[in-house]
C-alpha cells in the first residue's frame, strides 16, 4: 500500500552538501503493508556508497517500539527516469553536459535498475521506457537537441506515468528553467506535486545554471514531495557529480520489514532510526494501513426465529453475462491486435525524421524508432498476408491515400489486419448482443467493416479541413519570408519549422522531395493530391505562373491568402446559414435506425417479425432502399460548394 504524509527529505543547496563526514539523507519508498508486516526501502545519499548498521537499526510504530529488521537491498525491483530538458535555452554546450552526465550516470548505477528517458521542451513525452539497456539509453540522449520552449510539468507528469506503480521509483531531473507552456502555472504546479507525492516517487533535481525564484521554488517542491533533493550546477563537472550521486544512491538502499503485533487500520506514524558508518538517522513518516479487520458476524443462537435474508441480486446475473462476455471478448481482441501492431506505430516526431532522413545522408543522431524492438513473427506473417490481400484491388489506391491524409502510421496490409478483426469482434459482439446469431453475426460484421472506413474518412476529412484551415496564414507567413528576402526554399523551409500543422508536415515532405530532384512546384503538387485541398491548388497554381511569367511572387502570395481567407469566411456563413438543415437531416436519419434497436430491447417479438416472415423481409428491404435513398438526397440539399 501507498504510504502517504510527506516524508523526511533534505534539499541540497550545492552538490557538495552531503559530505562524507556528514550524516547521508535519507528516505522511505515502496512501502507496502500487509496483515502482520510493513516493508518498505530506505535510501542513502552520501558522497560514498554506505551500508546500514544492522545491529543499531530500530523501528517505532507510533512511538512504540516494533521487532524490525533490515538487509542490503539486491533484489529489489527499481525503476529510474531521467528527465531532462531539451528547451533552446539548454543550448548546444548544454546538451554535451547531459551527454556527458548521462554517461557517468549509466556507468554508476546498478545493472538492475531499469532507466527510461522522458524530455520536455515545446512539448512533453517519453522518449525511452525504463529498458535494462544501458546502450539505448545513451543512444536516445546523444540524439537530442535543444530548442522551444519548457513544459516542465507535463514532462514530470509523464514521468510519474510512466514509473507506474510497483518498486522503488525515481526521478533525475535536469532544467534550466521553470514551465513556460502551462496557461495556469500555479495550478499545473500543484497538480504535479500532488502526483509525485501520492506516487511516492523520489525526485532528484539538478537545478542547472538558473536562480529564477519561480524555477528554484518548482524544482524545490517536487524534490521535497518524497523525499529528494536539489543540487544547484553551473558547469558540466557539478551536473556529472550530481548525476553520480544520484546514481550511486541507488547503491545505497536498504530493504526493512518490520514485525507487526497485530493487525492495524488507518494511517499510523512509522519511525526508523539507527546508524550508516557510525553516522546516526533517523526518519519518520505516516503509512496508511487500510481499513480496519472486519467484525465477525455473530451467528444465531440455536432456538431463535430466522430471519428471512433479503433478496440476492444474484438472480440478475445472468442478464448481465452477455454484456460481460462481450466486453472480455472485445478488450482481448484489442489487446491482441495492439500488442501485434505495436512495434509498427510511431510518433509524429518519428514519421517526419524517418521521412527526412529516408532523402538526406545519415546523420550520427539517433532516433526513438532505433530503440524499439522488431516486430514479432507473427505480425509480420499477418501484414504480409494483408500485403498479398490488398494488392491488385481497386480500393487499394483510394485507402492508401486516406490513410495518408489521416497521417496514420499504417501500411495498407496493416489496414487489411485492423478491418478483419473489427469485423470478427463486431461479429461475436453482434451474436452476443442480439441473442441470436443469425441476426447478430451479420449484423456486427456488417458494422465491423463499415465502422473501421467510416472512421478513417473522418479522421482524413478532418486532418484536410485543419489543412484548408490554417493554409491562409501559412501562405502570409511564406509571403513575409519572400519580403525579407528569403528565396522560395528558404521560405517553404520556415513555414515547416514554424507553421502550424498540418501545413507544416506536409511542407516539409515537400522539401524532402525536393531534395532527391523533384521539381519544387511538382512537389507542392503532390502536398495538393495528398490533402485534395482546391486551396493548396490555386497557390501550386500562382507559383507556376509566376515561375513561368515572372511577377512579385510575394504580393501573389498574398492576394492568394486573402482570396481563400474570404472564400473560408464565406463558406463559415454558409454552414452557419444550412445548419438547421444538416441537423433535421441527422435526425431524420437517425430517427429509425434508433427507433430499430430500442424495439430489439423492449419488444423484441415484435420487431422480429421483419425477418422471420417474408412480408417482414420486405417490408425491411423496401425501408433500408428507400432510408438509402433518403440520405443520398438529404446530403444533396444541404451541401452547398462554395
Do not use: C
Request: hydrophobic share 45%; proline share 5%.
Amino acid at each position: 500500500m501507498l504510504a502517504v504524509g510527506a516524508s523526511a527529505g533534505l534539499l541540497l543547496g550545492t552538490a557538495s552538501a552531503a559530505s562524507a563526514d556528514s550524516a547521508p539523507i535519507v528516505s522511505i519508498s515502496d512501502v507496502k503493508t500487509s496483515g502482520s508486516t510493513v516493508q518498505g526501502v530506505l535510501t542513502f545519499r552520501s558522497a560514498g556508497v554506505v551500508q546500514v548498521d544492522e545491529g543499531t537499526f530500530v523501528a517505532a510504530i507510533d512511538g512504540k517500539a516494533t521487532p524490525a529488521s533490515i538487509t542490503k537491498a539486491t533484489h529489489i525491483d527499481r525503476t529510474a527516469m531521467l528527465v531532462i530538458d531539451t528547451s533552446g535555452s539548454m543550448g548546444a554546450p548544454g546538451m554535451a553536459t547531459v551527454r556527458a552526465a548521462t554517461k557517468s550516470y549509466l556507468q554508476e548505477a546498478p545493472a538492475d535498475v531499469r532507466i527510461g528517458v522522458v524530455t520536455f521542451a515545446d512539448t512533453a513525452g517519453v522518449d525511452l521506457k525504463p529498458t535494462e539497456n544501458r546502450s539505448a539509453v545513451q543512444r536516445v540522449v546523444n540524439g537530442l537537441a535543444s530548442r522551444g520552449d519548457t513544459s516542465l510539468y507535463a514532462a514530470v507528469q509523464d514521468a510519474v506515468a510512466a514509473l507506474g506503480t510497483e518498486g522503488d521509483r525515481s526521478i533525475v531531473l535536469l532544467s534550466d528553467g521553470g514551465d513556460t507552456v502551462s496557461k495556469n502555472r500555479q495550478a499545473e504546479l500543484g497538480r504535479t506535486t500532488e502526483a509525485v507525492r501520492k506516487a511516492g516517487i523520489r525526485v532528484d533535481v539538478v537545478r542547472f545554471r538558473t536562480n529564477d525564484p519561480d524555477a528554484s521554488a518548482a524544482l524545490s517542491q517536487f524534490a521535497g514531495a518524497s523525499g529528494g533533493s536539489v543540487i544547484a550546477a553551473d558547469n558540466a563537472e557539478a551536473v556529472g557529480a550530481a548525476f553520480q550521486t544520484a546514481a550511486r544512491a541507488l547503491k545505497s538502499q536498504a530493504a526493512f520489514q518490520i514485525q507487526l503485533p497485530a493487525p492495524l487500520g488507518g494511517a499510523h506514524a512509522i519511525r526508523l532510526s539507527g546508524t550508516v558508518q557510525g553516522q546516526p538517522f533517523s526518519i519518520s513518516q505516516k503509512v496508511d494501513f487500510g481499513a480496519a479487520a472486519a467484525v465477525p458476524t455473530p451467528q444465531t443462537p440455536r432456538g431463535s426465529p430466522s430471519v428471512a435474508s433479503p433478496p440476492s441480486n444474484l438472480a440478475m446475473a445472468p442478464s448481465r453475462m452477455p454484456w460481460i462476455a462481450s466486453s472480455i471478448l472485445g478488450v482481448a481482441i484489442f489487446l491482441l491486435a495492439f500488442g501485434i501492431l505495436t512495434p509498427k506505430l510511431q510518433t509524429r516526431r518519428e514519421r517526419r525524421l524517418a521521412t527526412i532522413e529516408a532523402y538526406v545522408a545519415p546523420i550520427p543522431v539517433m532516433s526513438r524508432s532505433e530503440t524499439k524492438g522488431h516486430p514479432a513473427p507473427l505480425s509480420e506473417q499477418l501484414v504480409d498476408l494483408g500485403e498479398r490481400a490488398m494488392k491488385g484491388r481497386k480500393s487499394t489506391a483510394r485507402t492508401l491515400e486516406l490513410i495518408n491524409r489521416a497521417d496514420l502510421p499504417l501500411k495498407a496490409g496493416e489496414w487489411f489486419v485492423l478491418t478483419v478483426i473489427a469485423v470478427v469482434v463486431g461479429a461475436a459482439l453482434g451474436a452476443i448482443l442480439a441473442g441470436t446469431p443469425a441476426l447478430g453475426l451479420p449484423l456486427g460484421a456488417i458494422l465491423g467493416a463499415v465502422l473501421p472506413q467510416l472512421t478513417l474518412r473522418i479522421l482524413a476529412s478532418r486532418r484536410a479541413s485543419a489543412f484548408e484551415r490554417v493554409l491562409p496564414q501559412s501562405l502570409l507567413l511564406v509571403s513575409t519570408g519572400l519580403k525579407s528576402g528569403f528565396g522560395l526554399p528558404q521560405a517553404l523551409d520556415s513555414l515547416s519549422r514554424d507553421g502550424a500543422e498540418p501545413v507544416a508536415k506536409e511542407v516539409s515532405r515537400a522539401l524532402a522531395e525536393t531534395r532527391i530532384g523533384t521539381d519544387i512546384a511538382d512537389a507542392l503538387d503532390h502536398v495538393t493530391e495528398r490533402m485534395g485541398s482546391k486551396a493548396m491548388s490555386m497557390a501550386v497554381m500562382a507559383i507556376r505562373i509566376q515561375r513561368e511569367v515572372g511577377g512579385n511572387l510575394a504580393e501573389t502570395l498574398e492576394t492568394t491568402a486573402h482570396t481563400l481567407r474570404e472564400r473560408e469566411a464565406l463558406y463559415r456563413q454558409v454552414r452557419t446559414l444550412s445548419a438547421e438543415g444538416r441537423l433535421s437531416s441527422y435526425i431524420l436519419i437517425g430517427l429509425p435506425i434508433g427507433l430499430f434497436f430500442y424495439m430489439l430491447g423492449v419488444n423484441y417479438g415484435y420487431v422480429s417479425l421483419l425477418w422471420t416472415t417474408g412480408i417482414g423481409l420486405g417490408m425491411l428491404a423496401g425501408g433500408i432502399i428507400m432510408l438509402g435513398l433518403g440520405i443520398v438526397w438529404m446530403r444533396k440539399v444541404v451541401r452547398i460548394e462554395v
